[in-house]
């Protein structure tokens, strides 16, 4: 196991040079000047120079991603181009609350996707199944914008509330901080839900077929016995991964919910730095979504001996 992790720990050097590599080159080819956003439209091209060559824009693009790269390497994720404040506090910040609206978000989507699936996989076939099927395609289908649009005004024109503005933190006040989550949080869970649903219906139905199966069922155990002692934990490894790569992306792909109800997140900050131009910003937030992410797929990985000891690494 120890080997195994040393391996995977060392794996992720080149993916993290390859995303990073990968992020810098599109930055730089997308069109717009971040100097001649800053200045505005009067600027005039010897202060759009002065600009360049105090951030270093100047200079050719592999001296720029060699003196970026090595200060990541530092720890040093630069200053914002745009504000002047370091990057990685605002980073480690927006991080925290992204991580929070996730978290509350994955467990809204567990509790119903788990329970739904399994009963829609133990009542193969019966209305009960169709209705979760038919649950689960629309939860797919329509986009987490859609449902969060819906949301916001449904509750602002029928029960006439509106979620707080300002971002509470869970461990500061968890009435006002609920409040904030609750609608993005539902947006998120409904799109979670779907996919564990799906997957769990499946995993389930292919589950109850084993001869394991069988023979519990032939010991005269009760039905919740066999579900949950025997078939729950069998399946668990297809549920798990599609989680765990929807936790990763939910960390790092939530810009749109947190766009749609104004949460200063971590995915609504490399958005603005994209407005902005704002490289280091960009740079920086993409890498460490990209960190956050193989780490996550680390954690499966390890969770997975958990569930089935048949599994070395």
Do not use: C
Not at 146 to 168: E, K, M, Q, R
């Amino acid at each position: 196991m120890v080997s195994y992790l040393i391996k995977r720990i060392i794996s992720l050097i080149p993916i993290l040079f390859g995303i990073s590599v990968l992020v810098f080159t599109i930055l730089h080819l997308v069109p717009g000047d971040p100097a001649s956003i800053m200045l505005g439209t009067n600027a005039t091209p010897e202060a759009i120079a002065a600009l360049h060559k105090s951030m270093g824009l100047d200079q050719p693009l592999l001296t720029q991603y060699l003196h970026w790269i090595g200060g990541m390497l530092k720890g040093d994720f630069g200053v914002s181009v745009h504000s002047g404040e370091e990057i990685l506090p605002q980073i480690i910040k927006r991080f925290s609350i992204t991580l929070q609206l996730t978290v509350f978000g994955v467990l809204i989507g567990w509790v119903l996707a788990i329970p739904f699936g399994i009963l829609s996989a133990i009542r193969a076939h019966s209305k009960t199944d169709i209705i979760v099927r038919v649950a689960t395609l629309l939860g797919i289908s329509v986009p987490n914008f859609a449902v969060g649009t819906l949301l916001l005004l449904g509750f602002s024109l029928y029960f006439n509330w509106f979620p707080p503005i300002d971002v509470v933190s869970f461990w500061e006040n968890p009435v006002e901080a609920f409040k904030v989550f609750i609608l993005p949080a539902v947006t998120m869970g409904i799109v979670v839900a779907a996919g564990v649903m799906r997957m769990t219906r499946s995993a389930f139905l292919e589950t109850m077929d084993k001869d394991f199966i069988r023979t519990a069922r032939a010991k005269g155990n009760s039905q919740w016995t066999v579900v949950i002692g025997h078939a729950f934990r069998n399946s668990s490894i297809p549920i798990v991964t599609i989680a765990g790569m929807q936790i990763g992306y939910l960390l790092g792909g939530s810009v749109i919910v947190e766009q749609l109800f104004s949460i200063p997140g971590l995915g609504q900050y490399i958005l603005e730095g994209i407005y902005q131009r704002d490289y280091p910003v960009v740079q920086g937030g993409v890498l460490f979504v990209a960190l956050v992410f193989v780490l996550v797929n680390l954690l499966i990985d390890l969770i997975y001996t958990w569930i089935d000891p048949r599994i070395k690494y």
